[in-house]
């Protein structure tokens, strides 16, 4: 066979390949309705290793590398959990006959979040300055709306939430009121008022971007208000989901997203802007590579894609960032006090000790 020739074959095998896929995707949608009809998760972690393992298998006689053969099957077990995920949320259908408002719900998060809500049979309408957003319906100015609906969500940059909610606590409306705020302590006045006027209220942060697609693994925050109620519908949103639902105070949400979010933004900003810097390094970096330099350029890399004016309300806007930023520049101090003295013990001390820490971290998310 010629080149060409071997071209067609393997174009004719990767149209087989995507069939294939699709045959697979239409049996998870089966096997999410069986699982739904006699109450079974939608994951179960021994099936995923069952089907990895024997993959892996198949692939050594086969004379195929197994990590190739693990990485298409954990892709095809994403996708396949995805499609259950949104499989159950749908036949749920907690919305149906419901209305939701979300005000900023142009912006990507926004977007995921009216989709989200839709999915479950939401009647879903949008407000935003930028406009109308295809498939939903348009409120073109929410002060003049009578603000019926069963859900509000406040998907809105965080320099302008907080006045928002004051707005909202004023209309006082009858549906569940909640934002998505990255941080809670700068809205702190605008959730009072919401309760002091009586709304059912909480405060959401969707630790996802809005190109998640399955919420295996991935963590809800809820803030409680003090209302119960309002509390429990909006975790409701998420239960057909595979999503962590976590329950916390507003100050201990910021005090530990300041590190969660705030010392890993700082840190990867800090690493690009050196190698910005670097002056005639920088050429030459581009053409060499290391498993970790890659690792944490590819991190750095999606840090430096994202919103400078929502990284900077992050970083600026957390009473308790300033704790973080802090313990960056210490250990930074401390590590270039160690190599300058070329003390290897206390080198050694320091790996061991952050070692020890990402050991009890792992066992934890393991429990």
């Given at each position: 066979m010629n080149l060409d020739e071997l071209r067609a074959e393997l174009s004719q095998l990767d149209g087989e390949l995507i069939e294939l896929v699709a045959r697979r995707k239409a049996l998870s949608e089966q096997v999410a309705a069986v699982k739904r009809a006699t109450g079974r998760p939608t994951r179960d972690f021994g099936r995923e290793r069952e089907?990895?393992?024997?993959?892996?298998?198949?692939?050594?006689?086969?004379?195929?590398?197994?990590?190739?053969?693990?990485?298409?099957?954990?892709?095809?077990?994403?996708?396949?959990?995805?499609?259950?995920?949104?499989?159950?949320?749908?036949?749920?259908?907690?919305?149906?006959?419901?209305?939701?408002?979300?005000?900023?719900?142009?912006?990507?998060?926004?977007?995921?979040?009216?989709?989200?809500?839709?999915?479950q049979g939401y009647d879903v309408s949008i407000a935003d300055p930028a406009g109308s957003v295809a498939g939903f319906g348009s409120v073109a100015d929410w002060h003049k709306d009578p603000l019926e609906q069963d859900l509000i969500v406040l998907a809105t940059p965080l320099g302008a939430t907080a006045q928002l909610l004051q707005e909202l606590a004023q209309r006082a409306p009858r549906g569940l009121i909640f934002d998505l705020g990255s941080l809670k302590t700068p809205l702190r006045a605008g959730l009072a008022a919401l309760v002091a006027a009586?709304?059912?209220?909480?405060?959401?942060?969707?630790?996802?971007?809005p190109d998640t697609e399955l919420l295996s693994g991935r963590h809800v925050i809820f803030i409680d208000l003090g209302h119960a109620g309002a509390l429990s519908e909006a975790q409701a949103l998420f239960a057909p989901t595979m999503a962590e639902r976590?329950?916390?105070?507003?100050?201990?949400?910021?005090?530990?997203?300041?590190?969660?979010?705030?010392?890993?933004?700082?840190?990867?900003?800090?690493?690009?802007?050196?190698?910005?810097?670097?002056?005639?390094?920088?050429?030459?970096?581009?053409?060499?590579?290391?498993?970790t330099f890659d690792?944490?350029?590819?991190?750095?890399?999606?840090?430096?894609?994202?919103?400078?004016?929502?990284?900077?309300?992050?970083?600026?806007?957390?009473?308790?960032?300033?704790?973080?930023?802090?313990?960056?520049?210490?250990?930074?101090?401390?590590?270039?006090?160690?190599?300058?003295?070329?003390?290897?013990?206390?080198?050694?001390?320091?790996?061991?000790?952050?070692?020890?820490?990402?050991?009890?971290?792992?066992a934890a998310r393991g429990a």
């Open positions: 089907v990895i393992l024997r993959g892996r298998v198949a692939a050594a006689r086969l004379n195929v590398s197994p990590d190739l053969a693990e990485s298409l099957l954990r892709q095809l077990i994403y996708s396949s959990l995805a499609t259950q995920e949104q499989a159950g949320v749908a036949a749920q259908a907690q919305g149906s006959g419901k209305r939701a408002l979300v005000i900023g719900g142009a912006g990507k998060m926004g977007r995921w979040f009216a989709d989200f809500l839709a999915s009586g709304c059912r209220a909480t405060s959401l942060h969707p630790m996802f971007g976590v329950v916390m105070g507003l100050d201990e949400h910021d005090r530990l997203i300041a590190y969660v979010l705030g010392l890993s933004h700082a840190l990867n900003i800090a690493f690009f802007t050196a190698l910005a810097e670097s002056g005639e390094a920088a050429p030459r970096l581009a053409r060499l590579s290391s498993t690792a944490q350029l590819d991190v750095a890399s999606r840090v430096a894609a994202e919103s400078p004016d929502l990284y900077f309300e992050i970083q600026s806007l957390n009473e308790y960032g300033g704790e973080s930023l802090q313990a960056l520049r210490d250990a930074v101090e401390r590590l270039a006090a160690v190599v300058a003295n070329k003390d290897a013990a206390q080198f050694t001390a320091l790996m061991n000790r952050g070692r020890a820490y990402l050991d009890v971290r792992a």
